[in-house]
């Protein structure tokens, strides 16, 4: 028996033949799981270097999760920008705010080209389109002059993003509507509006539910590919 190259797997994986690895759970998966319940309890307690320690390790584990899976690669690619992000913004400088911010909108770029072109329900999108316009408008007076641009254009960018993401079926959508949640308590954070108890928590809980969730894109992109 001889082994197949990787051109016959990647093909086989997209054909929906199955995935490099026949467990649907991976070491990886369990991995990513253990460390988000460490950032999130570090973020709760206070525990600054448990969050050091632990968001970096995320993103990694849970693109080496989606690689086991034979994932497509444009879903590794959006991951692997995720965790640029993360580690940037990690720092409070407002230069690594920006590159953040452009680690996290090339990954939306990578689930944009991952979704495709398929039908999703206008009625969802007008809804978005008016949530962006409101968000934007709300926050423009009280963002720094320097970040009202960066900030407009890539909340554009990652509105489109969940709003393509319902294409792929209401678990990847809710991954979509997650993320842009997310990062959206941040906006409000560098705006300097009123904040809930302990921010960096639910930041990071919708962030790693809209994560967690659109990375069952490799399920519904093969599907799709049937």
Known sequence: MTRPDADTVEVGTRAGAGPRHPAAVTPFLLAFA?????????????WHPGH??????L???LAAHV?????PRLLIAALLCGWGGDVFLLSGADAAFLLGMGCFAAGHVCYLLLFGRGRTHPGLGAAYGI???ATVAALWPDLPAGLRVPVAGYSLLLTAMAYRSSRLGPLVGLGGALFLLSDTLIATGVAE???PPRPDFWIMLTYLGAQALLAQAYREESRSTL
């Open 52 to 57: 050091l320690i632990a968001k970096p390790l």
């Open 193 to 195: 509006w009123p904040q």
């Open 67 to 71: 690689y086991a899976r034979g994932g």
């Open 59 to 61: 993103m990694p584990l």
């Open 34 to 46: 253990a460390a988000g319940a460490l950032d999130l309890v570090a973020l709760l307690a206070g």
């Open 131 to 133: 949530a962006l316009v």
